[in-house]
């Protein structure tokens, strides 16, 4: 897995283990388990609403509140995998999301990305996307 490095994704992050499991994977040491779905947390920021970006030695979101399976996946080009995951109205109202990440069949995150608050209303949806560039 790779991301483009652009200042839309600056706040984005392959996780070692993400890594290491591909390593292994392409010497056929491994399958590679596929992407199961997005987790959601509400530590992306510190106290003053400046984004902290994450680390690739990471295991975990800095807050995880939720998980949830991808709702879609596409392939926008032919080595982007575009992963879709929509929260319900009813899904983390009232909670601000400031991280998201991808977590795969073994519960591990071996993507995630930080931003700015997300208030999230009891009466809308919310849609993230996160791409996997190759």
Partial sequence: ????????????????????????????AISLPKIAGMAFGNGGVDSSGTVIPPEDTQETLYNEIYRKPITSLSFPETTVCRYVCTLTEAELAGYEISEIGLYDEEDDIVCMKTFTRKGKDDDVEQTYTLDDIF
């Fill in 1 to 28: 897995m790779a991301t483009e490095a652009t200042e839309k994704n600056k706040n984005v992050v392959i996780t070692k283990t993400a890594r290491e499991k591909l390593v292994h994977a392409r010497a056929g």
